[in-house]
C-alpha cells in the first residue's frame, strides 16, 4: 500500500473519530471540550439561527441558547474523505422545557488541521 493511501485511509479514521468525539462531548455537555474538535473559526450553521461564526460563538450557543436539556445522538453513519464528510442519525432527548425531543438529522462537515473547520445541520421535517 503506498503512503498516499495510508495517510488517506488515517485521515478517514481521523475524521471519523472528530465526528464521533463532537457529539460524545455534546450528548455528555463538556462544553470545554469542544475546543478540541472546532475550529477556532467554526462556522456551524443550523436552522432557526444565524451562521454560528467562530468557536466563541459557537460555544455560547451550546452554554446559553441550545434548547437540549439532555439527550444522545444515534449515529446511523459518519462517511469522510480527508476534506470533508457527513453523517446522519438520530437524536433522543428532552426540551428545557420538559418536552420530548425525538429528531432525524443529517450534518455536513468540512476539516482543517484535524478540526471540524464548518458543520451544516438538517432536520427532517416539513418546511416548504
Known sequence: MSNLVKDI?????????LVNRLFAIVDARNWDDLENVFSPDIIYERPGYAPLIGYER????YREERVIASGR??????ITDEH???????????????SAIDER??????????????????FFRPAV
Open 9 to 17: 485511509q488515517e485521515t478517514r479514521v481521523s475524521a471519523q473519530e
Open 58 to 61: 459557537v460555544q455560547h450557543f
Open 73 to 78: 445522538h444515534y449515529i446511523d453513519v459518519v
Open 84 to 98: 470533508r464528510g457527513a453523517c446522519c442519525g438520530r437524536f433522543i432527548g428532552t426540551h428545557k422545557n420538559k
Open 105 to 122: 438529522f443529517a450534518d455536513m462537515y468540512s476539516f482543517e488541521d484535524g478540526k471540524i473547520k464548518t458543520r451544516t445541520s438538517y
